[in-house]
């Protein structure tokens, strides 16, 4: 079974410039999650799908980062623009349902520099 | 969700058990304590998940005290693999919608 697919592994931009990240979840997942991770900190949730709606975006600083899923399935996630403090990596996670197990799969994500 | 107390980091010779330790003392009575892990450069991997009883599987055995304040997830037979951050994670229900809070975690390094 393949597992949650991201794109690029790694981006550098100067700040004010935007960018965005790919994912694509393990097929016949519901439930799509975007992370930020900071160096040396735990991952923070910044969004939640369940299918293409949105469940929980409360941590999602909109003025400046926008998420959507088409279709169900893939997801992008932007910058515009982006600030010094948004250097972390940006992890995609994904699972069956919202619930049950809560096991969720995790891509390898997606390391941003901003310069 | 309640909060977790982690040692930052703690060290473990390769072969012997690896002891991880959780505080979670203001946990209800209806919340799961959930165990990850990171590998440098990956995404966080599930270990184990339980509620009142011991739980294990192929990865992992986690151990929750009775008054479930307190849990510790043991390695059997620590491997240089197994050098990782680990989280330790209070969630609500199965069935409900909200997500892991993660902690900053223990970073575990398996000496050779």
């Known amino acids: 079974e393949a597992g949650v697919a991201q794109s690029p592994r790694y981006k550098i931009i100067e700040k004010r410039q935007s960018v965005a990240f790919w994912c694509n979840p393990i097929?016949?997942?519901?439930?799509l999650y975007w992370y930020q991770q900071i160096l040396g900190q735990g991952p923070k949730l910044l969004i939640q799908f369940q299918n293409n709606g949105v469940v929980d975006d409360s941590q999602l600083p909109k003025d400046r980062f926008s998420a959507e899923r088409l279709k169900g399935v893939d997801s992008t996630l932007k910058i515009q623009p982006a600030k010094l403090e948004d250097s972390a990596v940006y992890l995609c996670a994904s699972s069956p349902i919202a619930g049950g197990r809560f096991e969720q799969y995790f891509g390898p994500g997606t390391r941003l520099t901003v310069t | 969700d309640a909060k977790t107390t982690q040692p930052p980091s703690m060290d473990c010779a390769e072969g012997r058990a690896a002891n991880l330790p959780c505080n979670h003392s203001t946990i209800s009575g209806n919340e799961y304590v959930y165990w990850y892990r990171q590998i440098h450069s990956q995404g966080p991997q599930y270990i184990i998940h339980?509620?009142?009883n011991n739980e294990t599987n192929e990865m992992a055995s986690l151990i929750i005290t009775e008054d479930r304040k307190s849990s510790t997830l043991i390695l059997p037979h620590a491997t240089l693999r197994d050098t990782a951050v680990y989280y330790c994670?209070?969630?609500?229900?199965?069935?409900?919608?909200?997500?892991?809070?993660f902690g900053s975690g223990t970073q575990l390094t398996v000496l050779p």
């Open positions: 339980g509620l009142k």
């Open positions: 994670i209070v969630r609500a229900p199965l069935g409900s919608a909200r997500q892991l809070t």
């Open positions: 097929s016949g997942h519901a439930t």
